[in-house]
């Protein structure tokens, strides 16, 4: 086929997806039915054999609770400074830690790949810290208590209730971890809060914690409408520490009313009753959010085929419009109620960053290494514990200097945290070690350490720089470009509130000369070519994205398929 020919098929093809007439639209759909449709057909199915697998899946678990569907109603009431209400459908999932397996072929858990699947699916790896989904969930919420100093066998028992992923999609922004004594009796919550910014932030609550509580006025303050429980709520008061809504600050406490929904023993199924109140650091009530069943919990292993189809044609859809609802009332409350928006802050080191991009997944690895190397060649007897951010399954590594290996007893410790990944592509840009971890950490808040009078002795070098030197004239032309284009990052700042402006200085220009970063010499001394490359590229993507891009990596590789786009086609004229 000719060029011309292909082009003209492209053309024709693009056409009826833009401009293509209803008919065209139905042949499509039509066809589609027509291969995907038996396919279709066959997930709605449950034979004989399907309900022998999911009826043995299931006689595994002995355990009290089971897996259940709930369908709830979620309200918001905004108190102050101005009022505003919605309340919305919502859709919960709820199942006993530690099963897997799948339920009616509606909800599935499957730890242990054995193939058990279900429309609304919930996976480890999504919960708590991220990534380690190879732990299961028992396990990773045993690892998450032991991290807080709890002994995790003070609850055997454990009910995750959440927002599961249906085809392969979820905006979750809370889920509920109940917590149950060797008797049965609620004895704790989790409360796994995310944001729209996919940061992460775990508040463990007992029956036991002893914090004051500082409850909203009582006309204020709203729950579910649902049937009380004969047990007694859990009601807890806890400092506000996390950036959830761009309307409130990161001041002020959360309260939690929420009632056990497996009462009594574990054996009931719901319903879900939930409030969650959040009061001002001046003591106000400022918004109260409400989570409540609307209707009996409903049990996938009882429903047949004809009611999965009717609940599924009724529940498919609103996983995937909450995070477009939050966008709508957000739009709400700044364009008509006139609301000043709070910029997000770093996250704290209570918190999970958000996932790391792709620049910053390359990098990652590297500075790894590049801090190693530093504890391992450093003189002082160190020991550094090195946690990463938003990275899946990255490994807290422990970094033992060689001369701390013959003098365990005066080896000093230090834990180095990573708080949000943009720490890895910020570091890139700083020609100097120390002014990059003294500024990351005072100035921007990218990281934490546990012991600061330990960073001189690892990060300040009493070597001259070395000259660039390398083996490739590649390695020269790139690194001599990234010698060139380095500049100091810009900080951290921004104004509290779209009301205020920027009170940042106007910045200086740095008039020292930039060289080659101790990083850019370990890459080069050290790493291999590939690594190399990897380095080199990802470095030289952001500094020239500082200066045509708006300093966005996306922007710039949109505007190099542009530019191939139109070198294409001027070569084909």
């Known amino acids: 086929?000719?060029?011309?020919?292909?082009?003209?098929?492209?053309?024709?093809?693009?056409?009826?997806?833009?401009?293509?007439?209803?008919?065209?639209?139905?042949?499509?759909?039509?066809?589609?039915?027509?291969?995907?449709?038996?396919?279709?057909?066959?997930?709605?199915?449950?034979?004989?054999?399907?309900?022998?697998?999911?009826?043995?899946?299931?006689?595994?678990?002995?355990?009290?609770?089971r897996p259940l569907l709930f369908p709830c109603q979620t309200t918001h009431t905004r108190l102050f400074p101005k009022k505003h209400s919605f309340v919305y459908s919502y859709l919960l999932v709820g199942i006993p830690?530690?099963?897997?397996?799948?339920?009616?072929?509606?909800?599935?858990?499957?730890?242990?790949?054995?193939?058990?699947?279900?429309?609304?699916?919930?996976?480890?790896?999504?919960y708590l810290e991220r990534g380690s989904g190879h732990l299961g969930l028992r396990g990773k919420l045993n690892a998450y208590l032991e991290s807080q100093g709890v002994d995790a066998s003070r609850y055997p028992y454990a009910y995750l209730v959440t927002a599961a992923k249906?085809?392969?999609?979820?905006?979750?922004?809370?889920?509920?971890?109940?917590?149950?004594?060797?008797?049965?009796?609620?004895?704790?919550?989790?409360?796994?809060?995310?944001?729209?910014?996919?940061?992460?932030?775990?508040?463990?609550?007992?029956?036991?914690?002893?914090?004051?509580?500082?409850?909203?006025?009582?006309?204020?303050?709203?729950?579910?409408?649902?049937?009380?429980?004969?047990?007694?709520?859990?009601?807890?008061?806890?400092?506000?520490?996390?950036?959830?809504s761009p309307f409130n600050s990161r001041k002020g406490a959360y309260s939690l009313v929420a009632h056990d929904p497996l009462n009594p023993s574990m054996e009931g199924r719901g319903p879900i009753n939930n409030t969650i109140n959040l009061i001002s650091s001046k003591g106000h009530a400022k918004l109260v959010a409400c989570i409540f069943s609307d209707g009996d919990a409903i049990d996938p292993t009882k429903m047949n085929t004809l009611q999965k189809f009717k609940f599924l044609a009724?529940?498919?859809?609103?996983?995937?419009?909450?995070?477009p609802r939050i966008v709508k009332e957000a739009t709400v409350l700044f364009f008509q109620k006139r609301l000043h928006v709070w910029y997000r802050p770093e996250p704290l080191k209570t918190s999970i960053g958000r996932h790391a991009d792709k620049t910053e997944c390359q990098l990652e690895p590297l500075f790894r290494r590049y801090l190693k190397h530093l504890v391992e060649k450093s003189p002082?007897?160190?020991?550094?514990?090195?946690?990463?951010?938003g990275i899946a399954d990255a490994s807290v590594e422990t970094m033992i200097s060689d001369s701390a290996r013959g003098k365990p007893s005066?080896?000093?410790?230090?834990?180095?945290?990573?708080?949000?990944?943009?720490?890895?592509?910020?570091?890139?840009?700083?020609?100097?070690?120390?002014?990059?971890?003294?500024s990351e950490l005072n100035e921007?808040?990218?990281?934490?350490?546990?012991?600061?009078?330990?960073?001189?002795?690892?990060?300040?070098?009493?070597e001259p720089p070395l000259p660039l030197q390398t083996a490739s004239y590649l390695d020269y032309g790139y690194f001599t470009a990234i010698k060139k284009l380095r500049q100091r990052p810009e900080r951290l700042e921004r104004p509290l509130t779209s009301s205020?402006?920027?009170?940042?200085?106007?910045?200086?220009?740095?008039?020292?000369?930039f060289r080659l970063s101790s990083m850019d010499g370990y890459v080069l001394t050290h790493e291999d070519r590939k690594a190399r490359r990897t380095y080199r590229n990802s470095v030289l993507k952001l500094f020239i994205a500082d200066r045509i891009a708006l300093g966005s990596v996306d922007i710039l590789q949109l505007e190099h398929w542009i530019l191939r786009l139109l070198l294409a086609w001027v070569v084909m004229r």
């Not at 009724?314 to 995070?323: A, E, H, I, K, R």
């Open 500 to 513: 205020q402006t920027n009170t940042a200085t106007h910045s200086q220009k740095d008039i020292r000369g």
């Open 166 to 244: 249906f085809l392969g999609y979820h905006f979750n922004p809370v889920s509920f971890w109940y917590l149950y004594s060797a008797d049965k009796n609620l004895a704790a919550i989790i409360l796994e809060v995310n944001n729209t910014f996919d940061e992460r932030r775990m508040y463990f609550l007992t029956t036991d914690n002893t914090t004051e509580s500082i409850e909203a006025p009582k006309g204020d303050s709203l729950e579910g409408d649902t049937p009380a429980h004969h047990s007694k709520p859990l009601r807890k008061t806890w400092p506000k520490d996390f950036h959830v």
């Open 1 to 65: 086929m000719s060029v011309q020919a292909a082009l003209l098929r492209a053309a024709v093809l693009c056409y009826y997806l833009v401009f293509g007439a209803l008919g065209d639209a139905v042949l499509l759909a039509t066809l589609f039915l027509w291969v995907r449709g038996p396919h279709i057909l066959r997930s709605l199915e449950v034979n004989y054999t399907e309900i022998f697998v999911i009826v043995a899946a299931l006689s595994v678990w002995n355990g009290p609770g």
């Open 444 to 462: 921007n808040s990218t990281i934490w350490v546990s012991n600061a009078k330990l960073l001189p002795k690892l990060f300040i070098k009493k």
């Open 380 to 389: 002082e007897p160190l020991m550094v514990k090195y946690v990463a951010s």
């Open 314 to 323: 009724s529940w498919w859809w609103v996983g995937f419009v909450t995070f």
């Open 97 to 126: 830690v530690g099963w897997t397996g799948a339920a009616g072929g509606m909800i599935s858990n499957d730890e242990h790949s054995t193939g058990a699947d279900g429309w609304y699916k919930i996976n480890a790896a999504d």
């Open 410 to 438: 005066l080896v000093e410790e230090m834990e180095f945290k990573v708080l949000t990944p943009v720490f890895y592509s910020r570091f890139v840009y700083y020609a100097h070690d120390f002014e990059a971890i003294f």
